[in-house]
């Protein structure tokens, strides 16, 4: 039988879109392709130019798809952001209805001196965007430690390794292809060879609870999912390692005409 995802999904989900570009690994990065672009810049000048796009970004706006895969259970959740530098964002991630799980939608909106979330109906005012970011990021499957997060901190922190992979379409674009090994995860950056923007996002590994968070996971579960499994089955199911994919497309631009009033019809 499958696992009972629909209590456990969001907590297990490991936010790796800030991994993409804040950490380090020890692990050896993937050897690169023997098609790699000779002539193309090296690992370090890519990620510089990406961060720098970001960085400089007056404003900001993306809408993207992303495709999510937990054992057998599959996700697809729609996504967009809405930048005014230095600090009004709108962000947007509304997972459609699938096996497993109603739809959900996440909301973060800021004015600078104002910052509001939604999430399973409820909304929060938080202590400012970088908590909001960070407390939305494992329930929106990374994508808040993405785009966002590199338009609020004006960069990407560029201490994760990578390895140029060639390139490869993305879209009406081509793009280069970088991949690195990060705590297990197979992570894949998709920047565009012209505005050095990220259009895809990609991870892949394994995910597996430990006894003792397991054993939490299942006490917080509701009835109504424990109903005919014993504590031995649940644990067992909790406890067996799940292949974790996602793979998020966007659509950005920069510097496009943007109005606080455009944030405001995302407003919760």
């Known amino acids: 039988d499958a696992p009972p995802m629909g209590a456990h999904h969001w907590s297990l989900v490991i936010a790796l879109g ?130 966002p997060r590199w338009l609020l901190e004006r960069g990407c922190r560029l201490s994760a390794r990578y390895v140029l992979d060639g390139q490869e379409p993305c879209g009406s674009s081509i793009c280069f292809k970088l991949v690195g090994d990060l705590r297990g995860y197979t992570v894949t950056l998709d920047i565009d060879t012209t505005t050095f923007a990220l259009r895809r996002y990609r991870s892949r590994g394994t995910l597996q609870l430990d006894e003792a968070n397991a054993r939490k996971r299942i006490e917080a579960m509701p009835s109504s999912l424990r109903a005919g499994r014993t504590d031995d089955a649940l644990l067992e199911s909790l406890t067996k390692p799940v292949d974790v994919e996602d793979d998020l497309v966007i659509a950005p631009v920069f510097d496009a005409p943007i109005t606080p009033a455009d944030l405001d019809q995302l407003a919760p």
């Open 18 to 147: 800030a991994l993409a570009c804040t950490a380090s690994t020890t692990a050896d990065p993937p050897t690169a392709s023997t098609h790699a672009a000779e002539r193309s810049p090296a690992v370090e000048e890519i990620l510089r130019r990406m961060s720098e796009r970001y960085a400089s970004a007056k404003t900001y706006r993306d809408d993207g798809t992303l495709h999510s895969k937990i054992g057998d259970a599959r996700s697809v959740t729609r996504v967009r952001t809405l930048w005014i530098a230095p600090d009004q964002l709108a962000f947007e991630a509304l997972r459609e209805h699938d096996r497993y799980f109603d739809p959900t939608r996440i909301l973060i909106t800021s004015r600078g001196d104002s910052t509001r979330t939604l999430f399973l109906g409820r909304i929060r005012e938080e202590p400012s965007l970088d908590d909001a970011l960070y407390a939305m990021q494992g329930v929106s499957q990374g994508t808040t430690g993405l785009a």
